[in-house]
């Protein structure tokens, strides 16, 4: 089986590699560069994935910045949404025709967005996405936590309508205790600091639901799932939104300039 880690931290990754190598036996692990907040990076990634001609099965997308000071991606986005959520939309887009390739009828391709509680308070301002008005950092990574839900919901719409053998669902791993919370407020660093051994998952147990939603015969052929501790739960309201999910979808294809198939996919 081969596994291929993709980020943009070359150190990180290469020991990761070397890990999963000692661990499994599987020589077939390897590190590519991937910079999430950059569209070029991401579709040169996509363009040396794909010479090299191997099947992909399982996706999943799960990179992100939190809480993070105001600043914008390398393509001018705010940078929980550029990266958070633009850039898995555009590598997941542009992976689909592999995938398609890849999975078959009881045997679906799947793909894994990590989302986050956070999204059941985070609202979507289709106005100012940007949050170039009124910048939270809270709010700028719950509206990216929020977006990578209704992405994936109206994906798994689309692959449904076209009778694709890929899937598409959410995956929420709890409150882990990893450097995500670098820039969040000091009391609560002190606290995770303090208390993390009691109120956090480690980043093992994090990745639980991640692996189950990769593996388990329970979901074969079910997507458009949200999926915390290994079971599906409901996700905020408004993300049922057929409209809102649409609309959104659209606007992503705008902004990273790829085609949307939505009219065609349920029109013809």
Same mark, same amino acid.
């Given at each position: 089986?081969?596994?291929?880690?993709?980020?943009?931290?070359?150190?990180?990754?290469?020991?990761?590699?070397?890990?999963?190598?000692?661990?499994?036996?599987?020589?077939?692990?390897?590190?590519?560069?991937?910079?999430?907040?950059?569209?070029?990076?991401?579709? %040169? $990634?996509?363009?040396?994935?794909?010479?090299?001609?191997?099947?992909?099965?399982?996706?999943?997308?799960?990179?992100?910045?939190?809480?993070?000071?105001? !600043?914008?991606? !390398?393509?001018? $986005?705010?940078?929980?949404?550029?990266?958070?959520?633009?850039?898995?939309?555009?590598?997941?887009?542009? *992976?689909?025709?592999?995938?398609?390739?890849?999975?078959?009828?009881?045997?679906?391709?799947?793909?894994?967005?990590?989302? +986050?509680?956070?999204?059941?308070?985070?609202?979507?301002?289709?106005?100012?996405? %940007?949050?170039?008005?009124? =910048?939270?950092?809270?709010?700028?990574?719950?509206?990216?936590?929020?977006?990578?839900?209704?992405?994936?919901?109206?994906? %798994?719409?689309?692959?449904?309508?076209?009778?694709?053998?890929?899937?598409?669902?959410?995956?929420?791993?709890?409150?882990?205790?990893?450097?995500?919370?670098?820039?969040?407020?000091?009391?609560?660093?002190?606290?995770?600091?303090? $208390?993390? /051994? /009691?109120?956090?998952?480690?980043?093992?147990?994090?990745? /639980?639901?991640?692996?189950?939603?990769?593996?388990?015969?329970?979901?074969?052929?079910?997507?458009?799932? &949200?999926? =915390?501790?290994?079971?599906?739960?409901?996700?905020?309201?408004?993300? &049922?939104?057929?409209? *809102?999910?649409?609309?959104? /979808?659209?606007?992503?294809?705008?902004?990273?300039?790829?085609?949307?198939?939505?009219?065609?996919?349920? +029109?013809?």
């Amino acid at each position: 089986m081969h596994v291929i880690i993709a980020g943009n931290n070359a150190g990180k990754a290469h020991k990761v590699v070397r890990q999963i190598q000692e661990e499994t036996l599987n020589d077939k692990v390897e590190f590519l560069y991937c910079d999430l907040a950059s569209l070029q990076s991401i579709r %040169q $990634f996509v363009q040396k994935f794909k010479k090299k001609k191997i099947p992909l099965h399982v996706l999943v997308n799960n990179a992100g910045v939190m809480m993070v000071p105001q !600043r914008k991606t !390398r393509d001018g $986005f705010e940078e929980h949404f550029g990266l958070n959520y633009l850039g898995h939309f555009l590598l997941t887009n542009l *992976l689909l025709d592999t995938m398609k390739e890849s999975g078959s009828p009881g045997c679906s391709a799947r793909v894994l967005t990590v989302s +986050s509680a956070t999204h059941y308070i985070g609202e979507l301002n289709m106005d100012d996405l %940007q949050g170039s008005h009124c =910048y939270s950092p809270h709010g700028a990574y719950a509206q990216s936590k929020l977006a990578l839900v209704l992405f994936t919901y109206h994906m %798994q719409r689309l692959l449904a309508a076209q009778g694709s053998p890929v899937t598409a669902n959410v995956v929420d791993p709890g409150v882990v205790n990893t450097d995500l919370y670098k820039h969040v407020f000091w009391g609560t660093r002190l606290i995770k600091k303090l $208390f993390g /051994w /009691w109120f956090f998952k480690t980043p093992d147990e994090g990745a /639980w639901t991640s692996v189950y939603a990769a593996v388990t015969p329970d979901l074969e052929g079910i997507g458009g799932r &949200y999926l =915390y501790n290994e079971k599906e739960t409901k996700s905020l309201k408004i993300t &049922y939104d057929l409209d *809102l999910q649409r609309e959104l /979808w659209a606007r992503s294809c705008q902004m990273t300039g790829i085609t949307d198939m939505t009219q065609d996919t349920f +029109s013809g």
